[in-house]
């Protein structure tokens, strides 16, 4: 987030240590060293900097792609081959996941040194009085926000988390997964969010620091996933809870009523780097990225850093490839929309396919397609035979949404890399409406969801690829949703296509595996994706998702050894 400064600080909060767990660092800054303006405001910076360090290694926990693309049905790991990064092919096939495999362990290590910089602050923020530092309780907020991204992150992943808290007088790994239930977990990482909901100003001077209304959109988004109440046994939702939804719905009021926001008139300028920082755009929260900043590489985003194609102008490593089920699912029908129960059965492979079947236009912001522009640059005709990797092994397709196009002054290469000062957006504004019309339509109150899903539909029309002659590249059609006209808007069928929407307009954003455990139907989903998409990729002959076991990532052996068996593991492993 915000233009970093005092980097120098950051080395000296780092993690010395087996476990980030420990704090017992070596060459930390400790006692009246730290107790001073300049030093805390550093040490708040350095809880700013651990979101930005996220690395495709396994730390993507602000574009969340490998767990959250790559675990569900929009996408194949990708790469030169299955084994290239082949512990991501066991994270993709459920199959073959083991507890001791490293991509979740140092994901677990990864989030909880976030976790550490933000309590290191904390601590010291509580040792200056606020006559010392009258920014004392605003920075407060803005760290105990960022210890609740790192607690969320984990949560999602892992279901039952040690939840650490600042100043903790207990040996830290002693600190049990299960000292809390889940639904009291899911309280104390909110509670972080309401207390920046109540201490953050409606904006800030600094571009990037964490104003209210990110605070409040986190507490919505967290709300909303612990209202599907699980069983603790199995992850099955046994209950969705309506006072979580009505908070859902009231926080998301707030963020519309504030004005603060709006959805970008084109889909497009949600993925392109010029239009970050938009004011009244589409970013509620986003980390920052730099280049060119006095520093030796910037703050680029290398967390999609393996996902840029191999043509000329990029040249590594083309991962995270659209699946052919998610092309698939963006057909429409003659009235314009989803083909939902049918999407799969005709498969989009040809560049003639697209002309001859009507698609949804967020297909041409999502897919790079044969013989369509990349990025919208005419001058950069996607061709699978040079862009693509291994297309006899994933496909033909490369995945467009978080990547820069060639010779954008935003990207830069890193060794073998590409990389860009794209911020990551981890919340924009479709997707916290799309929350109030998911709550909305499980209250019972489809009608007024009505018009949220078709707000979203109509500036995807709206989005539409031109070629150099300026017509549609794809055969586009979609209209919005009218009750009694081309649907019966029902609360099962507002629900069907509220999940559809969800998938259409966040596709490849590192959300869809986290949906679909949260709505209680990734085994259902991914076992059906599974049995038609190995009939075309040869590779996921062995893929299968186990029900009460694959809906969470097992607490990483070596973590359970580092506690000495304090931490339990996770149901089914």
């Known amino acids: 987030m915000l233009r970093l400064l005092s980097f120098l600080l950051i080395a000296g909060t780092l993690l010395a240590c087996d476990s980030a767990l420990d704090e017992n660092p070596s060459g930390k800054l400790s006692g009246d060293q730290l107790n001073t303006p300049d030093r805390v405001e550093g040490l708040v910076t350095a809880a700013y900097a651990a979101l930005g360090n996220g690395h495709w290694d396994a730390a993507t926990y602000t574009d969340p792609w490998p767990w959250g693309s790559v675990r569900s049905d929009n996408a194949y790991k990708g790469g030169g081959s299955v084994a290239d990064q082949g512990v991501y092919n066991n994270y993709e096939q459920f199959s073959s996941i083991r507890t001791d495999l490293d991509k979740a362990d140092q994901f677990w290590f990864k989030s909880y040194q976030g976790i550490?910089?933000?309590?290191?602050?904390?601590?010291?923020?509580?040792?200056?009085?606020?006559?010392?530092?009258?920014?004392?309780?605003?920075?407060?907020?803005?760290?105990?926000?960022?210890?609740?991204?790192?607690?969320?992150?984990?949560?999602?992943?892992f279901k039952h988390v040690p939840f650490i808290e600042a100043n903790e007088e207990r040996e830290l790994k002693n600190v049990s997964n299960r000292e809390f239930t889940s639904q009291e977990l899911w309280d104390k990482i909110a509670a972080d969010f309401q207390f920046a909901a109540d201490n953050l100003p409606e904006s800030q001077p600094e571009v990037g620091r964490i104003d209210q209304w990110a605070a409040k959109a986190y507490l919505a988004k967290t709300r909303l996933y612990q209202a599907y109440r699980q069983d603790p046994s199995n992850h099955e939702v046994v209950e969705i809870q309506d006072d979580k939804l009505q908070t859902v719905v009231s926080l998301v009021n707030e963020l519309e009523a504030s004005g603060e926001y709006s959805l970008f008139d084109d889909i497009r300028k949600n993925f392109l780097w010029e239009f970050d920082n938009t004011d009244g755009g589409e970013a509620v929260f986003a980390v920052q990225r730099s280049r060119n900043d006095g520093t030796v590489r910037g703050r680029v985003n290398m967390e999609n850093a393996l996902n840029y194609p191999m043509n000329e102008g990029f040249g590594c490593c083309w991962f995270h490839i659209p699946s052919q089920n998610f092309v698939n699912a963006f057909q429409t029908d003659s009235d314009g929309l989803p083909l939902f129960d049918t999407f799969n059965q005709n498969s989009l492979t040809e560049p003639e396919d697209f002309q001859q079947n009507t698609v949804d236009p967020r297909l041409d912001h999502s897919v790079a397609l044969e013989g369509h522009p990349f990025k919208y640059d005419n001058d950069q005709i996607y061709d699978p035979d040079v862009w693509a990797r291994a297309p006899a092994t994933y496909g033909p397709y490369t995945s467009m949404k978080g990547l820069q196009p060639v010779g954008s002054p935003s990207v830069q290469q890193v060794v073998f890399f590409y990389a860009s000062s794209k911020n990551n957006n981890v919340i924009r504004y479709a997707d916290v409406l799309l929350w109030k019309a998911e709550a909305l339509i499980e209250l019972g109150r489809e009608d007024e969801a009505l018009p949220i899903i078709n707000r979203i539909r109509t500036r995807a029309a709206n989005s539409t690829v031109k070629d150099a002659d300026g017509n549609n590249v794809s055969n586009y059609q979609i209209e919005p949703y009218r009750d009694g006209q081309n649907i019966n808007w029902t609360q099962a069928n507002a629900r069907q296509a509220l999940r559809f929407e969800r998938r259409l307009e966040l596709g490849m954003e590192g959300w869809r595996f986290f949906d679909l455990v949260r709505w209680g139907i990734a085994a259902e989903t991914l076992n059906e994706y599974f049995a038609t998409e190995k009939q075309r990729r040869d590779y996921l002959q062995d893929a299968q998702f186990q029900e009460g076991r694959d809906e969470y990532l097992p607490i990483p052996q070596q973590q359970i050894d580092f506690s000495d068996g304090s931490y339990q593991q996770n149901p089914g492993w």
């Open 116 to 157: 550490s910089r933000a309590n290191l602050a904390l601590e010291k923020l509580a040792e200056i009085s606020e006559e010392e530092f009258p920014l004392k309780t605003r920075r407060e907020a803005e760290v105990r926000f960022i210890r609740g991204h790192f607690h969320f992150m984990l949560k999602i992943m």
